[in-house]
């Protein structure tokens, strides 16, 4: 694709990047068969070869509107079309830049600047965003209804934590949403890689990835989030922690990004480059791990389940295949899920900010992964467990939590 940047942006680093990746493009339209919205809604400008147009006309000097910001805004950043694009478009950052630079130039509607705003402050304090969701619970009743539905059933317990005895040590997040939501995922992850020899801690005051405000277009604030986890992880590093094994797949894709995000921080640069090298996603932690851990599986039971792959696990971070190659060899029996690259709608924030448009989105993935009847759904980011459970027909929990149960009853 040829470009011609405006002047106010071409020489900065944001918009040599924004080139680079808009060269890329050939305007094959391959993208547009895997891109949920456009699948959902139909409109070019809602799929991302259009979206790459609006952003290229921004970049370029043309007028923005609303409608530029809308169609943005409507994106998952599932990045299933950079999986699908056979030129290499980078299209999950090029949106990031062209979100930032359309809510620079035109701003938003103080509703929706407040709504934001309160996402972005509430949701990365776990212990806010408690006190908030056990009041929620209490008054069920007198929530709008848009919001009830999100309220958890029941939050599960975390059981007991082993303490650290093994010489492989590994750092888990424990992150903000994941300790009030699953806080079952973390302890049930240490209780596996006990068994396996690895002794796994949370690092205390790392506290949110950065994933919540950075994506939400706060994205100086979302750096500060990154600056602080580095900050809470370099001792580790330090000491020759062996990896940082992410339990949840959406923050696990943000920080294997830390070294992108702050290339251009002196201070940063080197260590996040070194932390997102050392960073493992659990799954392939365990399957490494599994001609060791099979044996220690109770298969007296056949577990019939449905894996939904996160889109943070498959299309950002190319993990396709990884847990359900470790679930098979667990003995699990895993059903056919129909259009398993899907986006199940929930995308961190998305089914806050874009409800009517997520919904849809879960009631489909939901019919696909509940289409063959498993017993259970089985999935990796806590973002797609919660959102997934509020209409799943079948208990829906993380692929660890499950295993771990299995092993205990060994």
Known sequence: MQTDLADWIKDTPEGQEADAILRKCVHCGFCT?????????????????????????????????????LHLDRCLTCRNCETTCPSGVEYGHLVDIGRKLVDDRIGRPLAERATRRAVATLFRRAGVFRALLTLGRLVRPLVPATLRGKLPAE???????????????????????QPVLAPDTNAAAARVLDRLGISLVEAPRAGCCGALRFHLNFQEEGRDDMRRVIDAWWPHVEQGVEAFAMTATGCGA????????????????????????????????????IGRLAPLVDRTERRKVAFHPPCSMQHWQQLRGVAEGLLAKLGYELTPVPDAHACCGSAGTYSITQPELAEPLKKQKLAALQSAMPDAILTANVGCQAHLATGASVPVRHWVVDVEARLRAA
Do not use: F, N
């Open 155 to 177: 939050i599960p317990r975390a059981g007991r934590w082993p303490e650290p005895r093994h010489a492989r040590r590994m750092v888990a997040l424990a992150g903000c949403v």
């Open 254 to 289: 943000v920080v294997r990004e830390y070294g992108h995000h702050l290339k251009h921080d002196p201070a940063y640069a080197a260590k996040a480059r070194r932390i997102s090298e050392l960073t493992r996603d659990l799954s392939e932690v365990v399957a490494a791990e």
């Open 33 to 69: 068969a895997t891109c949920p919205t456009y699948q959902l809604l139909g409109d070019e400008l809602d799929g991302p070869r259009g979206r790459i147009y609006l952003m290229k006309q921004l970049l370029e000097g043309a007028e923005i509107t609303s409608k530029t910001q």
